[in-house]
């Protein structure tokens, strides 16, 4: 069973190094290993070409190829110059457990497994990164193994189901990743979920970077015509609030203020309850509120925007 692993970078000078020493401190390694620049303007280019490769490792199973485009376009370049039946993918930006290409890939052994959707988990080391993991990743005690979508950043799929899909969605620039799960499920692909395939997600630093995240996410949601139940309920809720703000504000009545005074900050405990024990900080008191806030704008305007183009 020969394994192809790839990556796509643009821009990622800071974040490929740590994922290519993931990627060579692994217990199992790729047949052949291929990494497609979508045209970094930055040292990333560079930084593979100065990277100290093992000695034990064959040079020529490492291919370096540039195709300009969105990381659909580099991933599909990178599937159509494999030679392996099993790609194994991630993203630069995350580090890999040492066990990852021997977990993620060792389903395969039953010929019925088209696609492998490995774990993934934030490594988060400043208040902030650790607060930001748990409104972007899945986590642990949230995982429905039976209806987990596989993402980029851990997935394993044969090379044929790929084909069967046509590839991932090169019209789509922000969640190639989760259309190209949609469309592995409306064509029943047998999709296993391995939680010992483990890829560390290293988070967004600001609330600035998290906004344009956020955005992002939404935007590529809203152009594929996937609209989640979360989002309806995002804007439910900033419905109400404005049903509420825009009357009080012109009548002044009291009880309309009760209400926003009991609602706001009931909103605000809310965002710290349901994720604070994943983080176990004081400090998040702080930062949960404000991230909650920002994803939901950012949400929000990243619908309206991808859904008027």
């Known amino acids: 069973m020969k394994i192809s692993f790839i990556a796509t970078v643009y821009n990622e000078e800071s974040a490929v190094k740590p994922l290519l020493q993931s990627l060579f401190s692994q217990s199992k390694f790729p047949d052949e290993i291929i990494i497609v620049d979508g045209g970094s303007t930055d040292n990333t280019v560079s930084e593979i070409s100065s990277f100290k490769f093992p000695d034990s490792c064959d040079k020529a199973k490492i291919k370096l190829l540039f195709k300009t485009g969105n990381r659909s376009v580099g991933r599909n370049e990178a599937i159509k110059n494999s030679t392996s039946e099993i790609i194994v993918c991630s993203d630069s930006g995350c580090t890999l457990d040492k066990d990852w290409i021997k977990n993620i890939t060792k389903p395969f052994a039953n010929s019925k497994v088209d696609v492998v959707a490995g774990y993934y988990k934030g490594e988060g080391k400043k208040i902030f990164e650790k607060c930001l993991i748990p409104y972007v990743l899945v986590m642990p005690d949230r995982v429905d193994s039976r209806n987990f979508l596989p993402a980029t950043r851990s997935m394993a799929f044969r090379k044929s189901i790929w084909e069967k899909v046509k590839g991932f969605p090169e019209e789509f620039s922000n969640n190639e990743d989760y259309v190209f799960a949609k469309r592995l499920k409306k064509i029943n692909a047998n999709i296993l979920f391995e939680k010992k395939a483990i890829v560390n997600w290293i988070p967004r630093a600001n609330l600035k970077e998290s906004f344009i995240m956020f955005y992002r996410f939404a935007k590529g949601d809203a152009e594929s015509h ?84």
């Open 226 to 309: 996937i609209i989640r139940p979360k989002v309806i309920l995002i804007f439910l809720r900033y419905t109400v609030g404005i049903f509420l703000i825009v009357p009080y504000a012109i009548s002044k009545s009291d009880l309309l203020l009760n209400i926003l005074f009991f609602i706001m900050p009931a909103y605000i405990l809310w965002s710290i309850i349901k994720n604070y024990k994943y983080v176990g900080d004081s400090r998040a008191i702080f930062h949960l509120p404000l991230i909650q806030i920002t994803s939901d704008v950012a949400v929000m305007v990243g619908t309206v925007r991808g859904l008027i183009g």
